[in-house]
């Protein structure tokens, strides 16, 4: 059932506006799963949805390692925008574990799994669709990915995907939306403080590392 709607659907977003896109996931299901890391690119769809369905719940990752600025910008953006943003944490007690061991040095794909994925897992099982503002152009693996695609017995929905660098500046600036501010410093993709450097795309992500995500859009 899932691979035959996602096929219908892709033909039918793939010649839509990002905003009929949106639109047309909330239309179609109830049930509609919405996170965001309010890193550089994220006020993009935060600022569709805040238009398109006003107040619905928006989950952000809390691992305990974000960045004060990240922080900072998600105040600002949820009072903005007037954002539903629901914080979700990982266990307290691996959480602490993490952190002891300083395991994001040790087996960062370890680190990611208890404070990123496993958050998400419970809410995950709730939904049918999951969308979230990942774009093609930020590395190898997103610019593969679909408008719809199916993991976990989830549809994952990317309004941006074939979005790139110029479309979300220009929206951003016509829009009047604040930027994140470790942008002007020349983080152009920002994650946990410990895995994160400045750099362009997601270069600066898990600096001299083969990986490249954390995980959650890779199931």
């Known amino acids: 059932?899932?691979?035959v709607n996602k096929e219908k659907i892709n033909r039918?977003?793939?010649?839509?506006?990002?905003?009929?896109?949106?639109a047309q996931i909330f239309n179609s299901f109830e049930d509609v799963l919405v996170t965001s890391s309010f890193g550089t690119t994220s006020v993009v769809l935060l600022h569709l949805?805040?238009?398109?369905?006003?107040?619905?719940?928006?989950?952000?990752i809390d691992t305990g390692y974000h960045f004060e600025e990240t922080l900072s910008y998600k105040r600002r953006l949820t009072r903005l925008l007037d954002l539903n943003v629901i914080d979700?944490?990982?266990?307290?007690?691996s959480h602490e574990a993490t952190e002891k061991e300083q395991l994001w040095i040790k087996d960062s794909d370890k680190c990611?799994?208890?404070?990123?994925?496993?958050p998400?897992?419970?809410?995950?099982?709730k939904h049918k669709v999951w969308m979230s503002g990942l774009i093609g152009f930020q590395n190898r693996?997103?610019?593969?990915?679909?408008?719809?695609?199916?993991?976990?017995?989830?549809?994952?929905?990317?309004?941006?995907?074939?979005?790139n660098s110029s479309l979300v500046e220009e929206y951003i600036t016509s829009h009047s939306l604040p930027q994140h501010p470790l942008k002007e410093q020349g983080y152009h993709s920002v994650g946990c403080t410990h895995c994160t450097v400045p750099g362009v795309g997601r270069?600066?992500?898990w600096n001299n590392q083969v990986k490249t995500e954390c995980g959650l859009h890779q199931r």
């Not at 949805?49 to 952000?60: A, E, G, L, N």
Request: proline share 6%; hydrophobic share 40%.
């Open 1 to 3: 059932m899932y691979l």
């Open 12 to 22: 039918s977003l793939s010649a839509k506006i990002v905003d009929a896109r949106v």
């Open 49 to 60: 949805v805040s238009r398109i369905k006003p107040d619905w719940p928006i989950y952000f």
């Open 88 to 93: 979700l944490h990982p266990d307290s007690s």
């Open 112 to 118: 990611c799994k208890i404070n990123k994925l496993a």
């Open 120 to 125: 998400i897992e419970q809410i995950k099982k």
């Open 141 to 163: 693996h997103r610019s593969t990915l679909k408008i719809i695609d199916e993991k976990d017995e989830i549809l994952k929905f990317y309004p941006l995907i074939d979005w």
């Open 203 to 205: 270069e600066g992500r």
